[in-house]
């Protein structure tokens, strides 16, 4: 454990315990630690990874380091007051001027202060930013740069004609994302699952057990389920990840039949629980209204490119306008009813995910009026769902991604993990193949859902290979959570890592991470129906380019 101190008059005075938890970083460079996910030494440890048997290079590999880079406190946090505060940090808009014209470019500062209305002196604070008008129910999101010293670099295009005003958001302070850290490094189990057995007794009687589950790892807390013989293990022979329980008192293992969310354990300390109640605040800084006005140079700012896999999302990605979303990604449409079920027709359609996907689903089988959706009597937030329109020849499923799931008690054959699903497909030019993952894994470390997604990407690959003209979507994480249990900034790591690992296959990415992030409705992890309504447009156009 590394404790920081300061030098006074050439003598080294220990400074004062820090309350926070301390990050343990694994690996060193010459610039910056990595998260503990990074926990290869040499090239020789790296080719006897899980990183390299999954088709990774160490260039690759080093690239994720990058990504999931953050920046921590460089000094013992001694008490809450010296976090950042909401209240006290402010925003300035950079040489405001009275105009601007569609197409150009606002700079703003962020400067970090703490409750004590001192300035900060390092990075870390997870910041969020963006242009709205509320009149024309408009935004945009902005790009915030870390310059590592309390201050921080926004940047936002200006895409309407019209007004706009700038707001920012303190997601977590700098010492609160500490504490997010720390407790995925150590606590890992604070989120646990039940596994129900049942199976036959004596005299007839029919037996039942519940115990606790979780995923199997030998560190980070979720080894407080036991050692040696205490517990029932199930390892997948394809993806060799393996899901334990506790075993039960008179069944064997083999007995076990449906799984459940379990619950929350919140570990907090008093400290801790300060940190995070200061999360999601606006901070104060220039209201000033800027008013955008029409530009020769940018008649129009729609983009030309036809959608194709492989296209990088650029920041910003689109914008809303009346609630609608213009994607700087590529050239996309907005669906009628008549159109989507055009578009739609002689696709089979796979959505592989959680309920956010789940919300996809629904959304086209209320829009697409002869898709009509099948009872397959299993429990319904789980799935599988499936919806056929025989007159246009569309088959529509979707399914929950397996275990950990937190959801209501379903059976354990329904969980089946998105790799095995992609592997028994034939793929080909009918078959659109849509799946997501995050939230499900916020608590984990980040090893275990990199392992999930690298193996979802040979999956891909493999099928891409023997049909390339499958059509794969991606659909990134959201935003929504705010907690120990779930936060955004759990999310957006994994965000990194899924785009990470998928940026050189021929995929489609369907970012909904701005979407959801710079929208005037209340933040939910399941986005209201204006949302949803532009996300299917994307899809859509993504199906249908032209």
């Known amino acids: 454990m590394v404790v920081w101190s300061y030098m006074y008059n050439e003598k080294k005075k220990p400074s004062p315990a820090s309350f926070l ?28 990874s899980f990183y390299s048997k999954l088709g990774i290079s160490l260039d690759k590999y080093s690239n994720l380091q990058q990504a999931l880079y953050w920046a921590e406190p460089d000094r013992s946090v001694t008490h809450v007051s010296l976090s950042t505060s909401p209240a006290h940090s402010t925003f300035i808009i950079h040489d405001l001027r009275e105009s601007y014209q569609i197409g150009e470019e606002l700079f703003v500062s962020v400067h970090a202060r703490d409750f004590n209305n001192k300035p900060k002196r390092y990075g870390g604070d997870f910041f969020q930013a963006k242009l709205f008008s509320s009149a024309t129910k408009a935004s945009v999101f902005g790009e915030v740069v870390d310059l590592n010293n309390g201050s921080y670099s926004l940047r936002f295009f200006l895409p309407w004609v019209g007004e706009a005003q700038v707001a920012v958001r303190l997601i977590h302070s700098s010492e609160a994302v500490q504490v997010l850290r720390c407790h995925r490094d150590t606590d890992s189990d604070r989120v646990f699952f039940n596994g129900y057995y049942e ?12 115990v606790k589950c979780n995923v199997k790892w030998d560190k980070n807390g979720l080894e407080r389920m036991g050692t040696g013989d205490c517990c029932c293990e199930y390892k997948d022979p394809r993806t060799g990840e393996t899901w334990r329980c506790q075993k039960p008192k008179s069944l064997p293992c083999n007995a076990l039949v449906y799984h459940s969310m379990g619950g929350y354990i919140n570990r907090l300390t008093k400290e801790e629980n300060m940190l995070m109640k200061h999360t999601n605040k606006y901070i104060n800084g220039e209201k000033s209204i800027i008013k955008i006005l029409p530009s020769i140079a940018f008649e129009s700012i729609d ?71 099948m009872n397959l009597h299993v429990q319904y937030q789980v799935g599988p769902l499936i919806a056929v329109d025989v007159e246009n020849n569309i088959v529509l499923h979707w399914r929950a991604h397996g275990v950990p799931l937190r959801c209501l008690k379903t059976s354990v054959a329904n969980l089946h993990y998105i790799s095995n699903e992609i592997d028994d497909l034939a793929g080909g030019p009918h078959t659109v193949i849509v799946f997501n993952l995050g939230p499900h894994f916020t608590t984990y470390p980040l090893d275990i859902f990199i392992h999930r997604v690298l193996r979802i990407r040979k999956s891909v690959l493999a099928l891409l290979q023997r049909a390339p003209d499958t059509i794969i979507i991606i659909k990134t ?40 992030a710079c929208h005037y409705s209340t933040e939910d992890i399941h986005p209201g129906p204006i949302i949803i309504k532009n996300e299917i447009d994307i899809f859509l156009s993504f199906i249908c380019p032209e």
């Open 199 to 210: 199976g036959p007794g004596p005299n007839g009687i029919r037996l039942s057990e519940e």
């Open 477 to 516: 994480v959201n935003t929504g959570y705010k907690d120990v249990f779930g936060s955004d900034w759990y999310s957006l790591q994994l965000d990194r890592i899924l785009r990470w690992a998928f940026q050189d296959v021929s995929v489609y990415i369907l970012d909904v991470w701005q979407m959801t």
């Open 303 to 373: 983009v030309n490119e036809k959608c194709h896999p492989g296209l990088p999302t650029p920041i910003p990605a689109g914008f809303y306008l009346y609630d609608v979303w213009t994607s700087f990604v590529c050239r996309t449409h907005h669906f009628t009813t008549q159109m989507t079920t055009q578009c739609l027709k002689d696709k089979h359609i796979y959505m592989m995910g959680d309920s956010t996907l789940r919300q996809w689903f629904e959304f086209l089988v209320e829009a697409v009026p002869t898709l009509k959706q």
């Open 21 to 48: 938890c301390q990050h343990i970083p694994i690996l060193h460079n010459s610039t910056n630690t990595t998260d503990s996910v990074l926990r290869i030494h040499s090239e020789e440890s790296f080719i006897n």
